[in-house]
């Protein structure tokens, strides 16, 4: 089938309902889980620190597999919490739609009796914090392949923040080659034991999300912008003093400090080097992007359907098969009114729309069973098989 009409079929399967899953507020109520534990790590004072975050979940959803944003608060490295009230909102707000959103908490603090070196001590704080970062999303790829509790699509994963909390988060995920980056963050990351040094949980998980969402955020330099598979929405003040909106200095108490590259170098940046980005510029805006109801309104609904088109309708993000279970096949694909599914081991099977929803459960045994697809609407459906030994998913095309 041609990538047209899959697309065709995709859009179609999500039907014309007033509110829709992901771009909607779907779910009265959020259920939250605090203070999980995803890591430890040295303080900058070298001793360790419990890494933690907090998980918010639509409160009754039966959704099988779901989309999760990770999100980390600002603060200049220094301050700031997991529970700012802000950061409580987003996550209320994005759980709502139904995702599943996690504020984590990072390493914080500098030693300010290096005052002398203040850029220094500040670079090093933005390391540990991506390297928390990164260890965040070790976490929940180890955690879906050890149950799944909180019932997350790995391969949909949002890493967003805010201030610092952008700055690593873009890091974490545009940044994957020390060897691009200036001589003296070189040094420095090296030091603290390498993108994945002190943070060390997880080794050998993925660090990957499929999107980043940016705001007021910036890279220590746009050379180290080595990753083009990861969607990207960002945005930013143009009298932002805090954060340079383009090339400029990261302030911290009011004086330039670090040199850095904004969002409005990051995102054309990653665009011309093919990757799928979108960049908001607000004129006269300054470092603080949420207090305006009107503009925070807007990065809102920009992000969700930014999202919506790169994360959750995107046909090319599969479910990352896990274990070691025999493959099921699935035929024929363009499916009419039935479809056969071969299974070498038994398995239960979850027949699920891209909206989340659970359209059929039952554990099959070895061999063919016949599937009865004649009462669905066109469109592309997932089939998840979860075995002692592991878990695999299929695409379904309803024609």
């Given at each position: 089938m041609n990538k047209m009409l899959l697309r065709v079929l995709l859009l179609a399967s999500f039907g014309a309902n007033a509110q829709q899953r992901y771009l909607d507020p779907v779910f009265d109520s959020v259920e939250v889980?605090?203070?999980?534990?995803?890591?430890?790590?040295?303080?900058?004072?070298?001793?360790?620190?419990?890494?933690?975050?907090?998980?918010?979940?639509?409160q009754g959803d039966t959704a099988v597999l779901r989309p999760l944003m990770v999100f980390a608060h600002?603060?200049?490295?220094?301050a700031g919490s997991k529970t700012d009230a802000y950061v409580v909102e987003i996550c209320e707000h994005f759980a709502r739609k139904g995702y599943v959103c996690a504020s984590i908490s990072y390493r914080l603090g500098i030693d300010f009796l290096n005052f002398a070196e203040l850029d220094k001590e500040l670079r090093k704080a933005s390391i540990r914090a991506i390297q928390d970062y990164r260890a965040s999303i070790r976490y929940w790829h180890a955690s879906a392949q050890g149950g799944n509790p909180f019932q997350i699509d790995t391969n949909r994963i949002v890493a967003a923040g805010y201030s610092a909390g952008s700055i690593a988060a873009?890091?974490?995920?545009?940044?994957?080659?020390?060897?691009?980056?200036?001589?003296?963050?070189?040094?420095?990351?090296?030091?603290?034991?390498?993108?994945?040094?002190?943070?060390?949980?997880?080794?050998?998980?993925?660090?990957?999300?499929?999107?980043?969402?940016?705001?007021?955020?910036?890279?220590?330099?746009?050379?180290?912008?080595?990753?083009?598979?990861?969607s990207a929405i960002g945005f930013h003040g143009d009298a932002d003093d805090v954060v340079p909106y383009a090339g400029g200095f990261a302030t911290y108490n009011g004086s330039p400090v670090v040199a850095m590259h904004g969002s409005a170098w990051v995102m054309p940046r990653l665009e011309r080097m093919g990757g799928s980005a979108e960049f908001h510029g607000f004129p006269g805006a300054g470092h603080d992007l949420l207090s305006d109801g009107v503009m925070a309104d807007t990065i809102l609904n920009r992000t969700t359907r930014f999202l919506y088109r790169e994360v959750i309708s995107n046909?090319?993000?599969?479910?990352?098969?896990?274990?070691?279970?025999?493959?099921?096949?699935?035929?024929?694909?363009?499916?009419?009114?039935?479809?056969?599914?071969?299974?070498?081991?038994?398995?239960?099977?979850?027949?699920?729309?891209?909206?989340?929803?659970?359209?059929?459960?039952?554990?099959?045994?070895?061999?063919?069973?016949?599937?009865?697809?004649?009462?669905?609407?066109?469109?592309?459906?997932?089939?998840?098989?979860?075995?002692?030994?592991?878990?695999h998913s299929l695409r379904l095309i309803v024609e």
């Amino acid at each position: 089938m041609n990538k047209m009409l899959l697309r065709v079929l995709l859009l179609a399967s999500f039907g014309a309902n007033a509110q829709q899953r992901y771009l909607d507020p779907v779910f009265d109520s959020v259920e939250v889980t605090p203070n999980v534990v995803y890591g430890q790590a040295p303080a900058w004072t070298s001793f360790p620190v419990d890494l933690r975050l907090d998980v918010y979940e639509p409160q009754g959803d039966t959704a099988v597999l779901r989309p999760l944003m990770v999100f980390a608060h600002g603060g200049s490295f220094v301050a700031g919490s997991k529970t700012d009230a802000y950061v409580v909102e987003i996550c209320e707000h994005f759980a709502r739609k139904g995702y599943v959103c996690a504020s984590i908490s990072y390493r914080l603090g500098i030693d300010f009796l290096n005052f002398a070196e203040l850029d220094k001590e500040l670079r090093k704080a933005s390391i540990r914090a991506i390297q928390d970062y990164r260890a965040s999303i070790r976490y929940w790829h180890a955690s879906a392949q050890g149950g799944n509790p909180f019932q997350i699509d790995t391969n949909r994963i949002v890493a967003a923040g805010y201030s610092a909390g952008s700055i690593a988060a873009l890091h974490a995920q545009l940044f994957q080659d020390p060897s691009t980056a200036p001589m003296e963050i070189q040094m420095d990351i090296t030091a603290l034991g390498g993108l994945d040094g002190g943070s060390a949980q997880y080794l050998g998980q993925s660090s990957r999300a499929a999107a980043v969402w940016d705001m007021a955020g910036a890279l220590l330099d746009t050379m180290m912008l080595n990753r083009n598979d990861v969607s990207a929405i960002g945005f930013h003040g143009d009298a932002d003093d805090v954060v340079p909106y383009a090339g400029g200095f990261a302030t911290y108490n009011g004086s330039p400090v670090v040199a850095m590259h904004g969002s409005a170098w990051v995102m054309p940046r990653l665009e011309r080097m093919g990757g799928s980005a979108e960049f908001h510029g607000f004129p006269g805006a300054g470092h603080d992007l949420l207090s305006d109801g009107v503009m925070a309104d807007t990065i809102l609904n920009r992000t969700t359907r930014f999202l919506y088109r790169e994360v959750i309708s995107n046909p090319a993000l599969s479910l990352v098969d896990n274990g070691h279970a025999p493959s099921p096949r699935l035929y024929p694909n363009p499916a009419g009114s039935t479809a056969w599914i071969e299974l070498e081991a038994e398995a239960t099977v979850h027949w699920i729309d891209l909206q989340g929803r659970c359209l059929w459960k039952g554990t099959l045994s070895e061999g063919g069973h016949q599937l009865d697809v004649s009462k669905a609407a066109p469109g592309l459906y997932l089939l998840v098989f979860l075995s002692e030994t592991g878990s695999h998913s299929l695409r379904l095309i309803v024609e």
